[in-house]
């Protein structure tokens, strides 16, 4: 079972920056490919960004892209993701998600997933 536990949400305004961490249990972390997705109130959860267990091959939304970087320690066992120009409209719940895989196409299931950190972003 692997636990995620993520961090650096908070409050911020538009146009600001943010930086999520995810820290991981399991000790194989170098393993599983790793992804954040995020839920807004009243929407479904949707893909954010994904990473290969190697760091080699990075996915992001299109809503996100050009403003987001996912980025992954395996010495650490975590996942980042920085987050530039931050609109209202990526005001969420952002959680990490795991995937016992070398790839990290959004096309297959996380199988692990974490608690999720808020962010709101005010206009």
């Known amino acids: 079972q692997v636990q995620l536990v993520e961090s650096g949400g908070g409050l911020v305004q538009t146009g600001d920056s943010l930086r999520l961490s995810c820290a991981a249990s399991?000790?194989?972390?170098?393993?599983?490919?790793m992804g954040w997705f995020r839920q807004a109130p009243g929407k479904e959860r949707e893909f954010v960004a994904s990473?290969?267990?190697?760091?080699?091959?990075?996915y992001y939304a299109d809503s996100v892209k050009g403003r987001f970087t996912i980025s992954r320690d395996n010495a650490k066992n975590t996942v980042n993701l920085q987050m530039n120009s931050l609109k209202p409209e990526d005001t969420a719940v952002y959680s990490c998600?795991?995937?016992?895989?070398?790839?990290?196409?959004?096309?297959?299931?996380?199988?692990?997933w974490g608690q999720g950190t808020q962010v709101t972003v005010s206009s």
């Open positions: 990473i290969s267990w190697r760091g080699g091959t990075t």
């Open positions: 998600a795991a995937r016992k895989s070398a790839g990290a196409s959004p096309t297959y299931e996380f199988t692990y």
């Open positions: 399991e000790r194989t972390f170098g393993s599983y490919a």
